[in-house]
């Protein structure tokens, strides 16, 4: 099994703030990383495929960066609607795994 | 809109089956991708595995031996089955999709439904 570790698991940041949260595969996955976000009580939403391709519809102010084993969900500028947990999930092995979640909260 | 309801039991009693049916609207299974995934209380996500347009089947090693997925395009639903429940499988199920699997990502989900294991 691909293992997917985010760090960290979570943080505390303001509004206005710039988040950057990691997401390493055990081995290489190339770019075959997909970022999510969760609010609670609700279904996971798309954010980024690909490790970079934003989603249709999702703010500009996310982005995703990386390839191999490392890889960065970055929010530049953090909004109300961005307190969340975020997972990580790779689809380049037949077993498709997830990231344990980054919880992002407000300071 | 594509908009996907999961539906069954709130309630499975130890060692016997639980049973999801997800309704796809907006879209028709007989194209793409329709997996199951799980999310204990307050934990992350696990996939649990995806039924192809054609029937073919792809499960996480974890549960195989345990699940079957299935589906019925007549309706436009897929099915889970997982078999000899325990308390480890009570979790927030949830059906979503998945356009290509060379990409893998869940585009779009079901608002999940609770399943509890309890006597």
């Known amino acids: 099994d691909i293992q997917m570790t985010q760090s960290p698991s979570s943080l505390s940041a303001s509004v206005g703030d710039r988040v950057t949260i990691t997401c390493r595969a055990s081995q290489s996955i190339t770019n075959y990383l997909n970022w999510y976000q969760q609010k609670p009580g609700k279904a996971p939403k798309l954010l980024i495929s690909a490790a970079s391709s934003l989603r249709s519809g999702v703010p500009s102010r996310f982005s995703g960066s990386g390839s191999g084993t490392n890889f960065t969900l970055t929010i530049s500028r953090l909004q109300p609607d961005d307190f969340a947990t975020y997972y990580c999930q790779q689809s380049y092995s037949s077993l498709w795994t997830f990231g344990q979640g980054t919880k992002v909260e407000i300071k | 809109q594509v908009q996907l309801q999961e539906s069954g039991p709130g309630l499975v009693k130890p060692s016997e089956t639980l049973s999801l049916t997800c309704s796809v609207s907006?879209?028709?299974?007989?194209?793409?991708?329709w997996s199951w995934i799980r999310q204990p209380p307050g934990r992350g996500l696990e996939w649990l595995g995806y039924i192809y347009t054609d029937g073919s089947t792809n499960y996480n090693p974890s549960l195989k031996s345990r699940v079957t997925m299935s589906m019925d395009t007549s309706k436009n639903q897929f099915s889970l089955k997982v078999r000899s429940v325990t308390a480890a499988d009570t979790a927030v199920y949830y059906c979503?999709?998945?356009?290509?699997?060379?990409?893998?990502?869940?585009?779009?989900w079901g608002q999940g439904t609770l399943v509890t294991v309890s006597s």
């Open positions: 907006g879209d028709s299974i007989s194209t793409k991708y």
């Open positions: 979503a999709r998945t356009v290509y699997d060379y990409r893998g990502d869940f585009d779009y």
